[in-house]
């Protein structure tokens, strides 16, 4: 589903896969967040400062882990602001092609050149949601089935992951997910962070999120989607979206012509 651009402006596009989303376009200031994923973040015109544990960077992408609190200004200009999978397949794939930096972060990724052309040419154009994973599978993500070093799923985690995917708006808890891969629910806890970078909660709202998102895009309000993917109003769905976004609903997920909401699956 997409939602058509005024004539003359280029629009912002919010991509949403299952694993992954990617946002192109131009936000004035993140404030101090922390996100619910790894993140990639890149200036697609300039360079982004960015300010985590109070050390200031300035570069052109950014490799941020799940829970890091930054804030960052783009000062109006493009950015690419790319969410990863939550098993942690994608920041392996990144990591060793940047710079870390001692806050956590990483930036000035080796492969900059050719994922600035092509975040470019997909803010430009009028890509469809398959057609742009295709085109950044290998480049901003590791193909279907390339081994990155260092990474070994956990099937017990990707299994929860699922069951909280199935159905958003259920509460279960920590022993009632843990019952289900045959973990205690303190261990299902730390392998759970130690896989995602989040706790269990958190992942949970950062999914609904999502939900919200696809269902706006398929032309639900902003308190319909909300209610269904389980935020109890939609001021819960605002200060979630705050915490974990740096940003109001309205400023990316607003009913305008002037930004693409475009919805596919990814593999």
């Not at 480049?139 to 990707?158: K, M, Q, S, Y």
Request: hydrophobic share 40%.
């Amino acid at each position: 589903m997409t939602l058509s651009a005024k004539p003359g402006l280029p629009a912002s596009t919010l991509y949403l896969w299952r694993q992954r989303t990617l946002y192109l376009g131009r936000i004035e200031r993140l404030s101090s967040h922390s996100q619910g994923a790894h993140t990639l973040l890149f200036g697609l015109d300039d360079v982004i400062p960015l300010t985590v544990e109070g050390q200031t960077l300035s570069a052109r992408s950014y490799l941020i882990p799940a829970g890091a609190l930054f804030s960052a200004e783009s000062l109006g200009k493009r950015i690419a602001c790319c969410f990863l999978d939550p098993l942690g397949k994608d920041l392996l794939f990144h990591a060793p092609t940047m710079t870390a930096e001692k806050c956590g972060v990483y930036r000035d990724s080796i492969r900059e050149v050719d994922q600035l052309a092509m975040l470019r040419t997909l803010h430009d154009g009028a890509t469809e949601a398959a057609e742009a994973y295709a085109r950044l599978r290998g480049l901003v993500f590791p193909g279907d089935n390339e081994p990155v070093a260092g990474f070994e799923p956990d099937a017990r985690i990707a299994q929860v992951v699922e069951l909280i995917r199935a159905d958003p708006a259920d509460n279960l808890s920590n022993e009632a997910l843990a019952e289900q891969v045959g973990l205690s629910g303190d261990r299902l806890q730390r392998l759970f962070k130690q896989t995602t970078g989040i706790p269990i909660r958190r992942y949970r709202l950062w999914h609904r999120l999502f939900v919200t998102s696809s269902m706006m895009a398929m032309g639900s309000t902003l308190t319909d989607a909300a209610l269904a993917a389980g935020f109890s109003d939609s001021s819960h769905l605002t200060h979630v979206f705050k915490s974990m976004l740096g940003m109001s609903p309205s400023a990316v997920l607003r009913r305008s012509r002037q930004v693409r909401i475009l919805v596919g699956g990814d593999h």
